[in-house]
């Protein structure tokens, strides 16, 4: 059986249907001189004659006749598993789809997405899930259908498409002392005491970087797990921190003031991932473009 190939059960699917090497070759588009050897390979792998002169037609064994209903359906079944994805009418979809964000996100964009879904799609249902695990093989096992943020350090084997530029901008209480005197200066936004999110609980950061080019470093009181808890942290004590301008969206700003940061930080893009494994997969495709479109048109 080492030899044994797809071709021949579709070689063995038409010889059985037709009863005739013949009208088997012709139905595949083959010389009658190749079916025949066909039929002498399948001969030799079933160990049986399957088809046998009975005058001048060909009659099957009753092993043949025993499996030519399976035959069938697994020639149908390889048919459709090697064939590319169907069309489908994404309103008879029935799934769920998890999407891997930060809580800034969920609070801008999850009832906007839903809605979206909704309309398109009834029964597909969007589940957040917290974007704390940015693991890349979460999106391999299909644990996640997609990671939306800024694209984690170790996803080269990862597909991405950038949803929205966004940058980072200071937060202060209003009534700030660094609003006294206009504009802000490196050297007074340094030397103010400073809360700032870090997930892993050291003080490095983009701002921090623009500063040292300057022989600077910021004051840091309080490190937080959030940037909403940077925003809230701002609002009610004399710290100031850094947040991407996004968040403030999602903020309550009226105790607070945002303002244009004293050094250059670079902008950054906010991306939606997905492993290759879901590239055809026409849910998937389908829900990519829909929050793709769904970003470009709010922006």
């Known amino acids: 059986m080492s030899d044994l190939d797809l071709n021949l059960l579709v070689a063995l699917d038409a010889l059985l249907s037709e009863r005739s090497v013949t009208a088997a ?29 009975a005058g001048r037609g060909m009659v099957a064994t009753p092993h043949a006749l025993a499996i030519a209903e399976e035959v069938h359906s697994l020639k149908d079944a390889v048919k459709t598993v090697l064939s590319p994805p169907s069309t489908v009418d994404i309103r008879e979809v029935r799934r769920d789809v998890t999407i891997r964000a930060n809580e800034a996100f969920v609070l801008l964009f999850a009832a906007v997405l839903s809605a979206a879904v909704a309309t398109a799609a009834p029964g597909i249902r969007l589940r957040f899930a917290p974007r704390s695990d940015k693991d890349v093989q979460s999106l ?20 991405c498409q950038t949803l929205f530029e966004d940058r980072y901008i200071g937060v202060a209480r209003v009534g700030h002392p660094i ?12 030397a103010s005491g400073h809360v700032l999110f870090s997930p892993y609980a050291d003080f ?96």
Not at 140 to 159: F, T
Not at 266 to 287: K, S, Y
Request: with cysteine; aromatic share 6%; net charge positive.
């Open 25 to 53: 070759a012709r139905r595949l588009g083959l010389s009658t001189s190749a079916m025949s050897r066909t039929l002498s390979r399948l001969r030799t792998a079933l160990r049986d004659p399957i088809l046998v002169p």
């Open 140 to 159: 391999r096992d299909a644990v996640v259908d997609l990671d939306i943020g800024v694209l984690p350090r170790d996803s080269g084997e990862l597909r």
């Open 204 to 299: 490095a950061g983009p701002v921090d970087r623009a500063l040292a080019e300057l022989n600077l470093s910021r004051d840091v009181r309080l490190i937080v797990p959030s940037f909403p808890a940077v925003i809230a942290v701002a609002a009610a004590s004399d710290l100031i921190g850094s947040v991407p301008k996004s968040y403030c969206k999602a903020a309550p700003m009226g105790e607070i003031r945002t303002f244009e940061l004293p050094v250059a930080v670079p902008v950054f893009n906010i991306v939606q991932a997905w492993h290759p494994r879901m590239d055809a997969d026409p849910v998937h495709r389908w829900l990519r473009a829909l929050i793709f479109d769904t970003f470009h048109s709010m922006n």
């Open 179 to 190: 609003f006294v005197r206009e504009p802000i200066t490196a050297l007074r936004y340094a």
